[in-house]
């Protein structure tokens, strides 16, 4: 049974930072494009990060780049979002999916992932 456990979320003030684990089990991360999606109240699904497993290759949304990084340990079959100078427009809810293949990062969008994780709040306060 293929799981996704995103874990890391809570409450931070602006300019904290946090690390979100989006733990998986029934395959392997690095045959699969992994990423962070984000949603905040009233808005639709956003890509923040997202991770190309057979080369490492990643892409990230224009408001968190510089701030943002994705990462994976193949061996732990989890991939990390290391989220530093948080803002309060970084406040929602976190979700990890996958996507078999390689496919091209920019156009994955979240209701195009084949697995969607349960997800973890984060919220930013001045």
């Known amino acids: 049974e293929v799981q996704l456990q995103a874990s890391g979320g809570g409450s931070v003030q602006v300019g904290g930072s946090l690390t979100l684990s989006c733990a998986a089990s029934?395959?392997?991360?690095?045959?699969?494009?992994i990423g962070w999606f984000r949603q905040a109240p009233g808005k639709e699904h956003e890509g923040a990060a997202l991770?190309?497993?057979?080369?490492?290759?990643?892409h990230y949304a224009d408001s968190v780049k510089g701030r943002f990084t994705i990462s994976s340990d193949n061996s732990k079959n989890t991939v990390y979002l290391q989220m530093n100078s948080l803002k309060p427009e970084d406040t929602a809810v976190y979700y990890c999916?996958?996507?078999?293949?390689?496919?091209?990062?920019?156009?994955?969008?979240?209701?195009?992932?084949?697995?969607r994780g349960k997800g973890t709040q984060v919220t930013v306060s001045s």
């Open positions: 029934g395959f392997a991360v690095g045959d699969y494009a």
């Open positions: 999916a996958a996507i078999r293949g390689s496919p091209y990062l920019p156009a994955l969008y979240y209701n195009r992932m084949d697995y």
């Open positions: 991770l190309r497993g057979g080369d490492g290759a990643t």
